[in-house]
């Protein structure tokens, strides 16, 4: 090599070594500004999962906020994160700096429901989507749904029912249950042969979401990704058969067909079924697990059952014995029955948590949230502070007489992603409550007690329980089966 050559080596090593030192600069000057929250990191690799997965998450988060305060940092799924316990810094995650965290899922899970739902996306894709979603699930056009989620309740319950024997598992139930509700806002009507197929491949994609993903034939995750594949093909026959027919859509369905981007174009039949597929599974599992809490706090105790069947009975009798259909009027009447929903939602905490990913190094308090490291605030701590919810373990519909301090009640999330089904999943609940109590009774068999995660907390074994029918004007009281 001459001499000129040494030179330009020389100058390299020395450009090099310069940026090394700038950039360790840089990053040592940040972080002598903010430091890493306090906090453990657990195992290598596995950090605190199997704490989070095993554990009661009371008593995990709570032994985790004493040690270490609002904000900590911890490794969940062989990830770093930082857990935020305040209702301040969940403010700040969610509502006020929320363009500084985008959400995150693990990959299999973005997959199986496809890339273009809307909880997947930040920024204006996920505006315009969440306009649509919201549009077609706030309380007019829901409120043109009463009748139809009321014969699905009916049916529902006389289903339960036909044979006072024979024992079941609520959960699962209930989940067919927000399934038909959930095709109902999406679709409008719906002809049995798609919903079937629906049905039935929606079914394999449920099971394969919760299971292990390992794409090899026979495992219910590769089963999961062809029923995918399958689901994509029954909703594009579907839209072109829509498209065919001409007329205005109603549902969710109709304004994702309908809707133009600023340069006049239409979704594409895949964000179409993506967002659609990605409604179903957000609404489904979450009414069903809250659902299922609603029917075990009432059956465990007696009292509160009687205050909530006497303010159905009430509408009941109002309406001739049940004869007549239910209004939009008397569901926003039932007062006592919403409180025993907002403290179901806070008791169980079905949405113990959620994630979101930094996308640059963020400051908080002077502690740094690095980027790239998830973060997850934690409702179910607020829910159970005796600070903000007295007594947090004594269910008390009661305490909702007086609305709580703000941002500490988030069962549906807060900001820019909270959820848009809030008041469709209250509906439900509402109507299905109304029939169960009024025309029914249950009592539920075995051990009762105990959680199950499916992946949402729900009773042990999902609450099995055998349900009868009250003949008209009977006196049957709870508990006592034919
Ligand atoms: C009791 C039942 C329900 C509960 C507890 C619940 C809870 C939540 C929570 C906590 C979030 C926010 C998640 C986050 O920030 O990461 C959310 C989002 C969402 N929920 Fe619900 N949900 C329920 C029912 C429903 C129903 C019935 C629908 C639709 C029919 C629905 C559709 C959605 C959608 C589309 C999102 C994503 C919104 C976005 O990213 O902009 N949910 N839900």
Same mark, same amino acid.
């Given at each position: 090599m001459d001499m000129g050559g040494v030179v330009l080596l020389l100058y390299l090593l020395l450009f090099l070594l310069s940026c090394i030192f700038f950039r360790k600069h840089k990053r040592k000057s940040h972080q002598q500004k903010a430091k890493l929250p306090p906090g453990s990191m657990g195992? $290598?690799?596995?950090?605190d999962t199997l704490q989070l997965y095993t554990k009661n998450p009371n008593v995990f988060f709570a032994a985790k906020q004493k040690r270490y305060g609002e904000i900590l940092k911890s490794h969940i799924l062989g990830c770093p994160c930082v857990m935020v316990a305040s209702p301040e810094a969940i403010r700040f995650v969610l509502?006020?700096?929320?363009?500084?965290f985008k959400p995150t899922y693990p990959k299999s899970k973005e997959q199986m429901i496809g =890339? =273009?739902?809307? /909880?997947f996306h930040q920024g204006d894709y996920h505006t315009r989507l969440r306009k649509l979603v919201q549009g077609s699930l706030s309380l007019d056009p829901i409120r043109k749904l009463i009748s139809n989620i009321e014969a699905l309740a009916v049916s529902t319950l006389e289903s339960w029912a036909a044979d006072a024997h024979v024992v079941v598992n609520t959960f699962h139930e209930m989940k067919k249950f927000s399934f038909e509700v959930g095709i109902l806002a999406i679709f409008g009507s719906l002809d049995e042969y798609h919903k079937e197929k629906l049905k039935k491949n929606y079914i394999m994609v449920d099971k394969g979401y919760n299971s292990f993903p390992i794409n090899i034939p026979g495992t219910p995750y590769y089963k999961a990704v062809l029923a995918r594949k399958r689901l994509n093909q029954i909703l594009s026959e579907i839209i072109s058969e829509r498209k065919e027919r001409r007329v205005v859509e109603k549902g969710l369905l109709g304004c994702l067909m309908n809707s133009k981007d600023k340069e006049g174009n239409n979704l594409t039949d895949n964000q179409i079924a993506d967002n659609i597929i990605g409604v179903l599974f957000a609404a489904q599992d979450t009414t069903a697990s809250v659902l299922t809490w609603i029917l075990k706090y009432l059956h465990d105790d007696p009292k509160l059952l009687e205050t909530v069947k006497a303010e159905h009975k009430a509408i009941y009798e109002s309406n001739v014995e049940g004869k007549k259909p239910l209004t939009w009027a008397q569901t926003r009447s039932m007062v006592y029955t919403h409180k025993v929903i907002l403290e179901s939602l806070r008791m169980a905490s079905i949405i113990s948590f959620t994630f979101r990913e930094a996308v640059a190094d963020v400051e908080y308090k002077g502690y740094l949230i690095p980027k790239g490291w998830k973060v997850m605030p934690l409702f179910r701590n607020i829910h159970h502070d005796p600070g903000f919810f007295p007594d947090p373990q004594k269910f008390d519909p =009661?305490? /909702?007489e007086v609305s709580p301090k $703000?941002?500490? /009640?988030m069962p549906f999330g807060n900001g820019v992603h909270a959820c848009p089904g809030n008041e469709l999943a209250k509906l439900e609940m509402f109507i299905l409550i109304h029939h169960l109590l009024t025309k029914f009774r249950w009592d539920v068999v075995g051990s009762q007690s105990g959680i199950q995660y499916c992946p949402f907390p729900v009773p042990h074994h999902g609450l099995p329980a055998k349900f009868w029918k009250l003949e008209s004007g009977s006196q049957r009281q709870h508990g006592c089966p034919p």
């Open positions: 195992w $290598p690799y596995i950090g509502v006020t700096q929320a363009h500084l =890339s =273009s739902a809307l /909880f =009661s305490r /909702f $703000p941002n500490t /009640f």
